[in-house]
């Protein structure tokens, strides 16, 4: 069965900090990966989702996922944080279009200005 | 934009009562979802619905629960007899096509089991 593993809980930065939150799937066969983000009050919505092609993916708001298969992980990047960026991520992993995004526990940013 | 609607946004049963979560898909949406989250824990599928059937559930999804699509808008989750382990939040997505994996979510109703 497929797990995805969110290393970090709870993230705190200062604006203008770099992000990096990992990202870990188990499961031998293709896989296709995905980052959501909650805001505050909202529903979850999709950062960016890698498929096939150039493992560096880049997604909305300035984010990027680098996906390493032989590390089995989908790190999610972004240079520099703002206030804004506060919020719930989720990466997500399905391993056949069309089956169902299994995903981790989610990882808190805190970004304080 | 559409949207996917779900309601209540918040609910209060007492352990037994059966409750019945409701969702409007984005209109021309073919694939439908619901998955959960208890506090501090991950975000957890429960059951896919496509053409009128379910197309995958997991173990979660147990005897308690059913969908239906009773109309052309509105895809329901019902819990028959609530344990205090279904306090969660509970996110209805929808897909027009699984090709290419993005899921719009709910806002999500939280379910309070007493």
């Known amino acids: 069965a497929q797990s995805v593993s969110q290393h970090n809980h709870h993230v705190i930065l200062s604006e203008a900090a770099s992000l990096e939150l990992g990202c870990n799937y188990s499961?031998?066969?293709?896989?296709?990966l995905f980052w959501y983000v909650q805001y505050p009050g909202q529903h979850l919505q999709l950062l960016l989702k890698y498929f096939s092609g150039d493992p560096l993916v880049k997604g909305i708001k300035g984010f990027e996922a680098e996906f390493i298969k032989s590390k089995f992980s989908f790190n999610l990047r972004k240079p520099s944080v703002q206030w804004s960026d506060t919020a719930e991520y989720f990466c997500?992993?399905?391993?056949?279009?069309?089956?169902?995004?299994?995903f981790g526990k989610g990882t808190t940013l805190s970004v304080s200005s | 934009e559409p949207e996917v609607t779900q309601t209540p946004s918040h609910q209060v049963t007492q352990m037994g009562q059966e409750v019945i979560l409701r969702c409007v898909p984005i209109?021309?949406?073919?694939?439908f979802y619901w998955y959960r989250q208890i506090l501090g824990q991950k975000v957890e599928f429960l059951v896919s619905?496509?053409?009128?059937?379910?197309?995958?559930k997991s173990e979660i999804f147990d005897d308690q629960f059913s969908v239906e699509r009773p109309d052309g808008s509105n895809f329901t989750l019902k819990i028959r007899s609530t344990k205090l382990e279904d306090s969660a939040m509970y996110f209805c997505a929808s897909t027009r096509t699984v090709n290419t994996g993005e899921l719009f979510f709910g806002e999500g109703s939280r379910l309070t089991v007493l």
């Open positions: 499961y031998g066969g293709t896989v296709n």
């Open positions: 619905f496509y053409n009128n059937e379910i197309s995958e």
């Open positions: 997500a992993v399905n391993a056949l279009a069309g089956t169902a995004l299994i």
């Open positions: 209109s021309n949406h073919l694939y």
